[in-house]
């Protein structure tokens, strides 16, 4: 089993940024890849951004792309997304995630979630 704890949420003005950490302990040779995906009040839960074990492979949201980066310390078993140019509709519950895909489809761990709201 893998547990993910994230922080880092709170609320931002537009514009502005934030950087969510996500911790993760257990077994974690298991994952392949980590990433982020938020979920909007009334709205199905998105992909954000994924990181490879290495780090050497990312991937972004379309609406995402420019703005956030996601970046990993092995040695401390955490992922980051830093996000700038804070938007009104980036407002979310965000999630931490981990599988055994490289490319995060299906992710088999989550975490509790943090909120992010960013006022206009």
């Known amino acids: 089993q893998v547990q993910l704890v994230e922080s880092g949420g709170g609320l931002v003005q537009a514009g502005g940024s934030l950087r969510l950490s996500c911790a993760a302990s257990?077994?974690?040779?298991?994952?392949?890849?980590m990433g982020w995906f938020r979920q909007a009040p009334g709205r199905s839960r998105e992909f954000v951004a994924r990181?490879?074990?290495?780090?050497?492979?990312?991937s972004y949201a379309d609406s995402v792309k420019g703005r956030f980066t996601i970046s990993r310390d092995n040695a401390k078993n955490t992922v980051y997304v830093q996000m700038n140019s804070l938007k009104p509709e980036d407002t979310a519950v965000y999630y931490c995630?981990?599988?055994?895909?490289?490319?995060?489809?299906?992710?088999?761990?989550w975490g509790q979630g943090t909120q992010v709201t960013v006022s206009s």
């Open positions: 257990g077994a974690t040779f298991s994952i392949s890849a």
């Open positions: 990181i490879s074990r290495s780090g050497s492979s990312t």
């Open positions: 995630a981990a599988g055994p895909s490289v490319v995060l489809s299906q992710p088999r761990y």
